[in-house]
């Protein structure tokens, strides 16, 4: 049921509308959803989004997507040695991530060095029935962040005015976007690791606080002239 997806927007591509309309059928016969970006953002399905089959397909595969949405994100959770209060990061991982929270956790432990609670939840929301994971849903994605939030202040002896929101890829767009918003929660700046800013660009006219800001993108990666 997964490859229906990828046979639906090379047949689009190619101007193959039907065939294309019927592949996604197919793969919702089979069990199959995508997540709600995907359908909507994808320029592949660009040749098929407007017809009234397309929508009815995208409005099943969006209800099933969202069903299968879990009650709250799982956290994996890092303290410093150093004394309280801390600095709080909290990194979200890359769409379609299928890589465990701990493991994506390494990857920011250097900032236990630095005294900080480093929070890396995975979401609640599915990428594909094949596995993964995204933050396409923004009502749901605030929500996520909310919780995580909520969960470590709780627990743990955070500055509410040092918290800092980072992330890889789409973890990066919604780092960004939530910091300058500063919703759903407060941050003082932001981490962006290869942001996915290019197709999907954050909203300009945010005029949030004075933040820190980092945005790290090699040299080569195609979202480099976006930021």
């Known amino acids: 049921a997964s490859s229906s997806y990828w046979i639906a927007c090379l047949q689009a591509v190619q101007g ?3 065939q294309a309309l019927d592949a996604l059928r197919d793969g919702l016969n089979k069990g199959a959803w995508w997540s709600a970006l995907m359908l909507e953002k994808d ?12 929508a009815r397909i995208q409005a099943e595969s969006t209800r099933r997507w969202k069903e299968a949405f879990r009650p709250e994100p799982d956290i ?3 303290t410093p040695e150093t004394s309280p209060p801390h600095v709080l990061l909290i990194a979200l ?35 594909s029935p094949d596995g993964g994971w995204t933050w396409a849903d923004e009502s749901q994605t605030d929500a996520d962040l909310r919780f995580v939030y ?24 919604v780092a960004i976007s939530a910091a300058l918003r500063q919703h759903p929660i407060p941050a ?11 197709d999907h660009p954050i909203d300009r ?8 800001a980092r945005i790290i993108v090699g040299e080569q990666d195609w979202v480099l002239d976006s930021v």
């Open 43 to 54: 320029p592949d399905l660009e040749s098929i989004r407007q017809s009234e089959d397309f």
């Open 16 to 18: 193959q509308r039907q």
């Open 205 to 212: 006219d945010l005029t949030g606080p004075s933040l820190r």
């Open 76 to 78: 994996v959770v890092h």
């Open 150 to 173: 909520d969960r470590i202040t709780s627990e743990h002896d955070i500055d509410p005015r040092r918290v800092v929101l980072a992330g890889f890829s789409q973890g990066g767009r």
């Open 93 to 127: 991982h890359g769409m379609g991530s299928g890589e465990e929270a701990g493991t994506f956790a390494n990857h920011w432990s250097a900032a236990l060095d630095t005294g900080a609670v480093v929070a890396v939840p995975q979401s609640s929301q599915p990428h």
């Open 188 to 198: 003082c700046g932001f981490i962006a690791v290869a942001p996915a800013i290019r």
